[in-house]
């Protein structure tokens, strides 16, 4: 239980003390004019002899030989007394409402209330020992792990660090500007002890900390709206691994899914269908060994795919049946043909973009392979927005869902059923990207097969227009920790957590004065332990986190530029400007060499 301030106490309080100090103040004015100017101490040195000393004149402050102070020098004294008395109240008045009004308070109050976690539970369910109690499990091929090899440290809270392992599956939520990067995206990714996967609609991240990752391994960057103003250094193919049937449905799949087609409730009926379709095509071309313009030539036409059914039909490796399967959606009704043939367009239209089929359409043993990738620790950045690189868009997710697929494949032969070093998926942004389809999964099961997914959104109503209500919902759902950052102004979301946090009993004292005495009294009441408005009012570099049972933690982040290294790191990001300015002057890729 807690007691709200006590606000009128501390008022009158202060204003007895304030009197109190001026007529300490004016009589050892009175005394100290005495003392100057006659050399001895007054005999009577009590506020009453101060009072008496203006209204009958010197003698009340007369000392043993008789002396009086003078009355105009006592007055201005005096005066200059209350002058500074005055100024001092207004100055202090003026501090205590900034401090008020003050994040600081804030914090303090949070951070004191009940139902909030104090230093004792963020150590016990969020400090080192707790993560280096399950080091054995998420680690399983390390004998003697360190905290930064089985997670990573996010900031502190009541003095306590706080850390989150490798095996959670996190949502953090933040409006624009309110330093998701700056706090959290570049900590994990300069952090991530195996191979990393992520998304963005920025380049910042990459400066940042593409040559701390060149010292892990190697770095690839897909960035088809230029907004790095770095070439792209992918190489991969999307029909790459499709002689496996399953593979090419998966790709398939996740193609169709990240597309517009994909996002559309109400053309569910026809992604079915393009999938179906694209599947076909992804194996046609692979076992075929065609390019990848080829492919999307394909996808733009039913007429030019017909050249798909002859590999199919004429390959002994072909899938049995996809062939003749393929040739009867060809052949189809003329009227349904084109609404069939829409999803499968839509998503393989950026095949036909230079920019986007150089990248593409790798040289044979040139195309990023997924296993080699997650053995060498490679860094894979995948950049571009919804709006300039929609198009290209399902390319990226079906790359980032073959390299998860290859972690799950390698899992299963590896100690604990768990790839290690775990492959890290921090997706700033992905929902201003395009949505994976299979995120939900991911976020429910790959903690447990190593795979460290990080979803970083705008707001939860953000995920529900990417993935839908019940796909977003899963998300959300099975993040086992949530860290909500300030500044958020979507008051419904903003409830949900409210409510997660339960509520505390708050009690309300009153004093009434009366001619027989005083009286005091007491109500209890419940309020949330922390109010939507207090949410709102989080401060940059503040953030609510949520661990599985644990109480709300309050946490203070950790910026990128406090680390130990941040030097080399602000040294890393000149280099990579400079070198960047030269390439983009002399129209090469220096940054890379």
């Given amino acids: 239980m807690q007691n709200n301030d006590d606000t009128w106490g501390w008022i009158i309080g202060i204003a007895f003390g304030l009197v109190a100090l001026v007529w300490a103040g004016i009589v050892g004015t009175g005394a100290l004019v005495a003392r100057v100017q006659c050399g001895q101490w007054p005999e009577q040195m009590g506020p009453m002899a101060v009072i008496n000393f203006f ?75 707790a993560l280096m109690q399950k080091a054995s499990a998420v680690r399983p091929t390390l004998e003697d792990p360190k905290p930064t090899d089985v997670g990573l440290r996010v900031g502190t809270s009541q003095g306590a660090d706080v850390w989150i392992t490798a095996e959670d599956s996190v949502v953090v939520l933040g409006p624009p500007r309110s330093g998701k990067g700056f706090f959290i995206a570049i900590n994990a990714l300069l952090d991530a002890p195996g191979a990393v996967v992520t998304t963005s609609t920025r380049g910042d991240n990459v400066r940042a900390v593409w040559e701390a990752r060149q010292k892990i391994g190697p770095c690839a960057l897909f960035d088809p709206q ?48 393009a999938t179906t379709i694209l599947q076909y095509l992804l194996h046609a071309a692979a076992i075929g060994g065609v390019d990848t313009p080829t492919l999307g030539r394909w996808g733009a036409s039913p007429g030019l795919a017909e050249e798909a059914v002859g590999i199919l039909q004429g390959s002994p490796r ?9 040739d009867t959606e060809l052949n189809s009704d003329p009227r349904m043909l084109p609404s069939k043939w829409m999803g499968v367009s839509s998503a393989t239209s950026s095949l036909m973009l ?79 990207l395009a949505p994976w389809k299979e995120l ?59 409510n997660l946090m339960g509520e ?78 030269e390439a983009l002057t002399a129209g090469t890729d220096s940054v890379n060499a």
């Fill in 318 to 326: 072909a899938t049995p049946g996809w062939g003749s399967a393929l």
């Fill in 440 to 498: 939900p999964t991911i976020m429910s099961d790959g903690g447990g097969v190593g795979i460290s997914t990080m979803v970083i959104l705008q707001s939860p109503s953000n995920a529900r227009v990417a993935w839908g209500e019940q796909e977003a919902q899963q998300i959300l759902d099975s993040a086992t920790i949530t860290i909500q950052l300030g500044g958020s102004g979507n008051d419904q979301e903003l409830k949900r957590l409210e």
């Fill in 55 to 129: 209204r009958q004149g010197g003698d009340a402050l007369a000392t043993e030989s008789g002396c009086t102070p003078s009355v105009v020098g006592m007055g201005v004294l005096v005066g200059l007394v209350l002058l500074v008395v005055i100024v001092a109240t207004v100055f202090a008045w003026v501090l205590w409402s900034r401090w008020a009004e003050s994040d600081a308070r804030l914090l303090r109050q949070l951070c004191s209330r009940h139902g909030v976690a104090k230093s004792r539970e963020v150590r016990q369910k969020a400090g080192e020992p």
């Fill in 354 to 432: 230079p920019e986007v089929a150089d990248v593409l359409n790798p040289a044979p043993g040139e195309g990023l392979d997924p296993k080699t990738f997650l053995e060498n620790k490679g860094s894979l950045f995948l950049v571009g927005t919804k709006t300039g690189g929609g198009a290209a868009a399902p390319m990226l997710i079906a790359l980032m869902d073959a390299i998860s697929a290859q972690a799950r494949e390698m899992a299963v032969s590896m100690p604990g059923n768990r790839l290690d070093p775990p492959l890290s998926l921090i997706l700033d942004e992905i929902a201003n």
């Fill in 226 to 273: 230029g907004l790095t103003k770095l070439p792209s250094t992918l190489k991969w193919s999307p029909s790459q691994g499709c002689e496996d049937p399953l593979v090419a449905s998966r790709r398939a799949q996740a193609i169709v899914g990240a597309s517009s087609m994909g996002q559309s409730s109400s053309n569910q009926e026809w992604a079915g269908v």
């Fill in 504 to 581: 505390r009993v708050v009690k309300e004292r009153s004093k009434t004065w009366s001619n027989t005495g005083t009286s005091t009294g007491e109500q209890a009441h419940k309020e949330a332990v922390i109010t939507v408005a207090e949410l709102r009012r989080l401060p940059t570099g503040t953030g609510l986190l949520l661990l599985r049972s644990a109480r709300p933690i309050v946490l203070t982040m950790s910026k990128w530029v406090d680390r130990k290294d941040a030097d080399e790191i602000k040294a890393a990001i000149k280099r990579f400007d400079h070198r960047l300015a």
